[in-house]
């Protein structure tokens, strides 16, 4: 852990609730003045911590309602053929998320489509046509629950 004290905790915390709050709101909520909150805030970033802040999109309302997770296994496996593949599915408008995994899959997909059909299109008529796909099986996604607030590890 990178030196993180109590005050840069709370501000992790209060900044992982709503990153779009004020610095003045931020300050009110861990009991700083807003100038120590801003210093705080810069010096997370600075360190690394905060890499930035991202939108959450509701995916139904953008047409992708189905989402899968998409096991792919690579064969055969070499570093040139698994970097390839990594970053042609990244940019596939379909995929949400890569995860490079180890054991019997090298990937991970997570994708967001509008239907089953689609679903089906993804995998049949792009991975699988795909050489170096040795195998994929596919898990429909009922329910996405995400933490929304990560805390540090403590030792």
């Not at 709050?21 to 970033?45: C, F, M, Q, W, Y």
């Not at 008529?125 to 429909?140: G, H, I």
């Amino acid at each position: 852990m990178r030196d993180l004290d109590a005050l840069d905790l709370a501000i992790l915390r209060e900044l992982q609730a709503d990153a779009r709050r004020t610095n003045r709101d931020i300050a009110a909520a861990v009991g700083v003045s807003p100038s120590t909150a801003l210093d705080r805030t810069r010096s997370l970033r600075t360190r690394g911590i905060i890499r930035g802040a991202s939108l959450d999109v509701d995916l139904p309302t953008i047409g992708r309602g189905v989402q899968a997770l998409v096991a792919v296994r690579i064969r055969p496996p070499s570093r040139a053929i698994i970097e390839a593949f990594r970053d042609w599915v990244a940019e596939l408008p379909q995929t949400l998320g890569v995860f490079v995994t180890s054991g019997t899959e090298d990937f991970i997909i997570h994708v967001g489509v509008g239907s089953n059909e689609d679903l089906y299109a993804f995998v049949i008529d792009e991975l699988t046509q795909r050489r170096e796909v040795a195998d994929v099986r596919t898990s429909v996604i009922y329910e996405h629950i995400r933490k929304r607030i990560v805390t540090p590890r403590v030792d």
